[in-house]
């Protein structure tokens, strides 16, 4: 009975996953087929920091030229810390309030991919990548995190005080060839940042319509029409986030928008599929950007979701808009908003009619975002007049003009 209960003990210390190194706990998995350092590395979103693939070889002792073994177990740069059931935070000892929502958001999205089988919650196990605590600034280089699209014309850069004291271009890529130079007609917004948080994206097409045997879909005309807010916003002197964004998709002309799947949250990242990760890795990047200008003495942030709603066929609704019960600045703003949408709608609408509620509700990215936040629904996108406002060019111009009207 005793030698069982050994041979049992010694069995489970081999499967534990602990490294031999300094005593840290870290993950271990398997080689699958067709798996090399790098694939192995990607399944686990950890293959954009070359510290990470040091420490694979480091804590496999193999070479780096070296190939994987089917079947074969090796230490991933996931550290493991137990969860303490409180906080993160005084889980793994630190105080960065961002970095945990991004450990969250990150096992959140390890558990939606299947890639965990329960969540930390249950397990009490965090999974932490090794570069979150190791390898700052040690990110491989891509366009998309050094395209900026933000610019305050406070800041020094040469770009800006040329368009701020000739009244000339300044190139945002991110708007498309056609639209990529804004002028900067005038400084009345400076000192403000506004993130833009379009719906969905990715993996997830959000609301989906038919017109005309063409497919509507809901990221495609949220995406555009937040792009063309973003582009007045720039032009009046104020730091914005794009938060969504589509490598090759910017401001488009026509009524039909092709549907796509390439869409990424800031930083270049995947979206994830599974929706409360998504809303958390949308939260979390809104709130680590805020908490940065809030350091800088930035006091005027706005966060502003928009989306297009998907109701019954036959139900027709203006563009209204959410705010958090607990938020008195953002019914505040939400309620400035309506008020020029009426001011709109009485001289652009036949009837002069606008029916635009606000309202309040408890969503996540009202709730979880740190900046006065607003929720904008554009249209029903399954009704056939609604879908004129968002379909027709000119009336995606439109809605962004109003609502950088009530912005301003």
Not at 8 to 22: D, N
Not at 382 to 397: C, H, M, P, T, Y
Request: aromatic fraction near 10%; charge should be neutral.
């Amino acid at each position: 009975m005793l030698r069982s209960i050994c041979t049992i003990i010694i069995s489970l210390l081999f499967l534990l996953p602990v490294s031999a190194a300094e005593g840290i706990r870290y993950h271990q998995v398997p080689a699958l087929p067709g798996d090399g350092v790098y694939s192995l590395l990607r399944r686990y979103q950890l293959e954009d920091y070359p510290c990470n693939h040091e420490e694979f070889y480091r804590l496999n002792d193999i070479n780096p030229n070296a190939g994987l073994m089917v079947g074969r177990y090796y230490y991933l740069p996931i550290m493991l810390y137990e969860f303490n059931g409180k906080t993160i935070r005084s889980s793994i000892g630190i105080t960065d309030y961002p970095l945990a929502k991004e450990i969250e958001t990150y096992n959140d999205h390890m558990l939606g991919e299947g890639l965990r089988q329960q969540s930390f919650k249950e397990s009490k196990v965090l999974w932490v990548p090794f570069h979150f605590l190791n390898c700052e600034g040690d990110k491989s280089a891509s366009a998309n995190d050094t395209e900026v699209l933000e610019i305050d014309a406070g800041e020094t850069t040469s770009e800006v005080n040329l368009a701020a004291s000739s009244g000339g271009n300044r190139v945002f890529p991110i708007f498309g060839k056609e639209y990529e130079k804004v002028p900067l007609e005038s400084v009345k917004l400076r000192g403000r940042v506004y993130y833009i948080v379009t719906g969905h994206g990715g993996p997830d097409p959000g609301a989906m319509g038919k017109k005309r045997g063409n497919t509507l879909c809901e990221d495609e005309y949220a995406y555009d029409v937040g792009l063309r807010l973003a582009r007045n916003l720039i032009a009046n002197g104020a730091t914005v986030y794009m938060i969504v964004r589509d490598p090759n998709d910017g401001i488009r002309t026509g009524q039909y928008l092709d549907c796509d799947y390439d869409e990424v949250i800031w930083g270049n990242k995947d979206i994830y599929r599974q929706q409360l990760a998504r809303l958390k890795q949308r939260s979390a990047a809104v709130n680590k950007l805020y908490l940065q200008h809030k350091a800088q003495g930035v006091s005027k942030q706005f966060a502003i979701m928009i989306h297009v709603d998907s109701r019954s066929q036959s139900t027709q609704t203006d563009l209204f808009f959410y705010h958090h019960p607990n938020s008195r600045s953002g019914k505040a703003l939400a309620t400035k908003m309506q008020s020029v949408m009426r001011k709109k709608y009485k001289v652009h609408r036949a009837s002069g009619q606008y029916h635009g509620n606000v309202i309040a509700r408890d969503l996540h990215m009202l709730r979880e975002t740190k900046p006065t936040s607003v929720y904008v629904e554009l249209a029903n996108i399954r009704n056939a007049f609604d879908q004129q406002r968002i379909v027709l060019e000119g009336n995606r111009q439109a809605l962004a003009n109003w609502l950088y009207e009530g912005l301003e």
